[in-house]
């Protein structure tokens, strides 16, 4: 397992000299550092943008009998990256009666808070952007902020159809996230931290979802369910919702602009599988089974992030199936489903969590 | 189950309704329908239909065409029921100037309306899918379509606009190969009905969607004339080739799909089970029919249409097609009116949408199955 | 928009068609029915292969009401075809019962210049848009119809395309032999 921690900590400490030695300013250093890390993590995002729309019309092609892109590059491995260089080379229109302040920030409102949630996530031991002892929280809060993006997005294209998908948004991802968090609460009684670390680290001897009685898979169906609300994705899709709305929010917004809302689209996809990934399936952690040592060590031979990815993708994969598979439900069945059904069954399971907790009924070293 | 509701409350000074404009450019109007729909919220106060964006005169150039020549303008009405629209309008030639189609025509004309009526029924049941939001029904429908296309292709050289029955019998006969690629279409598409019920009717979504959703009461779907699927979804049992025979329908054993509920699941419903009767009709056709024989009748150079109203009526895949033809003695025709089951259909629309939502406009829209060039002419 | 009662002088006038002549025939059981519930005023006609009873314009709503009294639920069709040389419009009411396989037609004559009938939207809803296409493509306005507006054209649209005197001033037709 120690072949696996890299050694970020020393490249971190030898950049940190290396930019002391130029700059002579602690501040500017922090500062450069700062942007190096947001570099890496916006190259990361954009491949990671890439990859996933790459994935999501494979899935969608060979769920339909069709192969999908197979023209640029072998089986169509660059289609996407045409398509992206399309997207940000073509004119960027501003239509006349935009309220144009709050037009052009809102794709960067919806783009900034998926962008930075993901520096929270750890990809694997010591690779993560930013470490913090309430993580987990913060996420929550700031990847709410993309609802400001929709909901502006709709009120400034001056748009009754915009209008009409941003009211939705609002309503629906602020009627979910309550699903989500009360979803995420349940696990975290259970953890005893809102750090994603030490998250990741409470479950060395087992899975969140199983180790957690019956409370960890409700807590992880209801963020599924939950959280593609949030995304906006099929079978919650209202609020784009194309044979309705035409393109809901986003009608109005072309080349980079819709870029970034596509590009927020699929970080908030990968994002929420992250989460789930790190909160229900143990982050980079691989599969453990109790004092089991020769088996977890053959399963720590494969490499952390390779735990990490491989699960965020099946996940990933599962919210792309729903939306190959699932029709859209209609807007009052949607908020009935959340108010009357989901959320209330969130609360029990929190309170039933709760109380196992605190009577420690969970195998926290066994299996 | 939502109950319709009217709103009340929404009276105060500064209140205002908000109306928007869902199409001609709208990927769930099936083509260029304009409709103005009054909201409060998501819910529709009103809805009023604008036509006439595809609108191309038909009914006047018929004045200026001999009646083989508009057996062509008719393909373009209803597109996907083309067969049936050339079929009808061959019977208003036919009955006007007393010309007897020969019997293998007449099996021609049967299986080739029926697979019209299953490619049809495909389409439909695609783009459902896409309105209610799933994407994956849509390929679907259009992958079985295509075997339709392709034997259509082979027999009359044309996959959209066929123009194969004309007055007198069917343009061409058939390729050898088209009985078996029929029946091996028959026993390749029975069980892909049932894949379509896996795949989309079970969904506690669509149901959720449509069960209940738009109900037309039996009593409005006869005074606005709707006919075809969306009439026997509201439990009348009225099919043009059951209870108007025309052709050799009488001759085949099958049933009218009816479903008493009248809601958009109903008309689902009834479309799935048309399809199957479709099939039962294709195999006792091509078993019936006489593998050789003449099948067109010879005509006259000059089709003069005596004097007198004609009118003959089929059933197509939305419902009822009529032709109304008024001749004065001369090859073409004083007057032609063409009853569309389109035009009928959405007349009843406006009035059942009342008090639903946005996303149900849709949903309605699409199990009244309309074809804008239907209802425009 | 302003009616075109009658053609302007350097229009081609279409060529004659004198009205249908009755023809004596027997009327079969179905046409009897129908004549026994129309009354006296209905006329038959068997001109071609659509039964025919021709009735006065002033008692069209009054002979509806009696089909639809009589259990001819379904209205099929309504048109009207224009006959310039005799000045008239016949208008053509087709008529069945969903229990039915016979349909028959209902027509009526009114005058060009008055071009004006009540509406049987009230009894049918189905004639509800048909009216409106007739008035749309003839100018005949319906008296009492609740939404008298155009269907298929424009709302600006000058002139009524099926009447046969109509020219297309819009569009440039160019105008073939046949």
Same mark, same amino acid.
């Given at each position: 397992m120690n072949n696996f921690i890299y050694k970020t900590d020393s490249m971190v400490e030898w950049l940190t000299n290396w930019l002391q030695q130029h700059l002579h300013n602690p501040l500017l250093v922090e500062i450069v550092k700062m942007l190096v890390g947001a570099g890496v993590l916006a190259g990361f995002v954009s491949v990671l943008a890439m990859v996933l729309i790459y994935i999501e019309r494979k899935v969608a092609a060979h769920m339909q009998q069709r192969l999908g892109p197979m023209r640029v590059g072998p089986h169509g491995i660059f289609q996407t990256v045409a398509d992206s260089i399309k997207l940000l080379t073509k004119e960027c229109i501003t239509p006349q009666d935009v309220d144009r302040f709050v037009f052009n920030l809102a794709p960067l409102v919806c783009f900034v808070a998926a962008f930075v949630s993901l520096s929270f996530i750890p990809f694997a031991p010591r690779i993560q952007a930013v470490n913090f002892n309430v993580g987990i929280l913060f996420i929550l809060g700031i990847s709410s902020l993309g609802v400001f993006g929709i909901l502006a997005a709709g009120w400034?294209?001056?748009?009754?159809?915009?209008?009409?998908?941003?009211?939705?948004?609002?309503a629906q991802i602020i009627s979910y996230e309550l699903s989500a968090v009360l979803a995420l609460l349940a696990i975290l009684i259970f953890a005893g931290t809102l750090d994603f670390k030490e998250i990741v680290e409470s479950q060395r001897n087992g899975w969140w979802i199983w180790r957690a009685h019956g409370i960890g898979i409700v807590a992880f169906l209801i963020y599924t369910i939950a959280s593609t609300a949030e995304c906006n994705r099929t079978p919650f899709d209202i609020v784009e919702g194309e044979s309705e709305l035409t393109a809901g929010f986003h009608t109005e917004y072309s080349a980079i602009k819709f870029a970034m809302f596509f590009l927020a689209e699929f970080i908030n996809v990968f994002l929420v599988c992250a989460i789930s990934a790190t909160v229900f399936f143990g982050g980079w952690m691989p599969f453990h089974i109790g004092d089991m040592t020769a088996l977890n060590g053959i399963f720590d031979l494969v490499p952390p992030f390779v735990w990490f990815f491989?699960?965020?993708?099946a996940l990933v994969f599962v919210v792309m199936w729903f939306r190959w598979t699932f029709p859209r439900l209609r807007v009052d069945q949607l908020m009935r489903f959340e108010w009357k059904y989901l959320m209330p069954l969130a609360l029990i399971n929190l309170g039933v969590g709760a109380v196992l907790a605190a009577y420690g009924g969970f195998f926290f070293n066994k299996f | 189950m939502s109950a319709p509701t009217t709103d009340t409350k929404a009276k105060s000074p500064t209140y205002q309704d908000y109306f928007i404009n869902m199409g001609p450019q709208h990927p769930s109007t099936h083509g260029v329908l304009r409709m103005i729909v009054k909201l409060s919220g998501e819910t529709v106060l009103g809805l009023t239909p604008h036509l006439g964006y595809v609108h191309r005169g038909i009914e006047k150039m018929t004045e200026a065409q001999t009646a083989v020549q508009i057996t062509h303008l008719t393909d373009r009405l209803d597109y996907l029921s083309a067969h049936m629209n050339n079929w009808a309008w061959s019977m208003t030639v036919e009955q006007a100037l007393g010309i007897a189609v020969p019997e293998r025509a007449e099996y021609l004309r049967v299986i080739m309306s029926e697979l019209t009526r299953i490619a049809s029924h495909q389409l439909w049941w695609g783009v459902f899918g896409m309105d209610l939001?799933?994407?994956?029904?849509?390929? +679907?429908g259009? /992958?079985?379509? &295509?075997m339709i296309n392709d034997i259509f292709e082979k027999s009359c050289g044309s996959r959209l606009t066929m123009n194969y029955i004309c007055p007198g019998g069917v343009t061409q006969d058939v390729t050898g190969e088209f009985e078996g690629e029929t029946r091996r279409f028959v026993e390749y598409f029975k069980p892909i009905i049932e894949e379509y019920e896996t795949l989309v009717s079970g969904n506690v979504i669509i149901q959720e969607r449509t069960k209940g959703v738009g109900i037309l009461p039996a009593d409005r779907a006869k005074a606005y004339g709707c006919?075809?699927?969306v009439l026997r979804a509201s439990g009348v049992d009225y099919d043009l080739r059951k209870n108007h025979p025309y052709g050799v329908y009488p001759r085949f054993d099958f049933r009218t799909a009816v479903s008493?509920?009248?809601?958009?699941?109903?008309? +689902?419903?009834? /479309?799935?089970? &048309?399809?199957?009767?479709?099939?039962k009709i294709i195999t006792q056709a091509l078993d019936q029919m006489p593998k050789e024989g003449p099948v067109r009748t010879k005509l006259p150079p000059t089709l003069k249409i005596p004097k007198g109203r004609y009118m003959a009526r089929g059933e197509t895949a939305r419902g009822e097609i009529a032709f109304f033809l008024v001749g004065n003695?001369?090859?073409?025709p004083y007057r032609v009116k063409i009853r569309t089951p389109c035009f009928s259909n959405l007349s009843a629309f406006p009035e059942i949408i009342k008090g639903w939502r946005v996303a149900d406009i849709v949903t309605v829209l699409s199990t009244f199955d309309v074809v804008v060039p239907d209802i425009d002419r | 928009m302003s009616e075109a009662a009658s053609p302007p002088p350097n229009q081609p006038v279409p060529p004659a068609v004198p009205a249908p002549a009755p023809v004596p025939a027997a009327p079969d059981p179905f046409q009897l029915e129908i004549l026994n519930i129309l009354g006296p005023g209905a006329a038959l006609e068997n001109v071609g292969k659509l039964p025919t009873f021709r009735v006065a314009s002033e008692t069209i709503v009054e002979v509806c009401r009696k089909l639809q009294a009589a259990g001819f639920d379904y209205l099929i069709l309504i048109t009207a075809v224009d006959y310039p040389a005799e000045n008239r419009f016949e208008l053509n009411y087709v008529v069945t019962r969903f229990s039915q396989d016979r349909e028959f037609c209902v027509v009526t004559d009114i005058k060009r210049e008055v071009a004006r009938i009540e509406t049987v939207s009230d009894i049918w809803a189905a004639a509800d848009w048909q009216e409106r296409e007739i008035y749309d493509m003839y100018g005949i306005r319906f008296d009492r119809h609740p939404d008298l507006r155009r269907?298929?054209?424009?709302?600006t649209w000058q002139g009524y395309p099926l009447r046969k005197d109509y020219v297309d001033t819009v569009h440039d037709v160019i105008k073939r032999p046949y």
């Open positions: 400034a294209s001056n748009n009754k159809w915009s209008l009409l998908g941003a009211m939705r948004a609002g491989g699960k965020v993708f | 939001g799933a994407f994956t029904p849509f390929l +679907y259009f /992958r079985d379509r &295509e006919t075809g699927p008493p509920e009248g809601d958009s699941w109903a008309r +689902y419903i009834v /479309r799935l089970e &048309e399809m199957r009767q479709s099939l003695d001369s090859p073409k | 269907i298929l054209l424009d709302d």
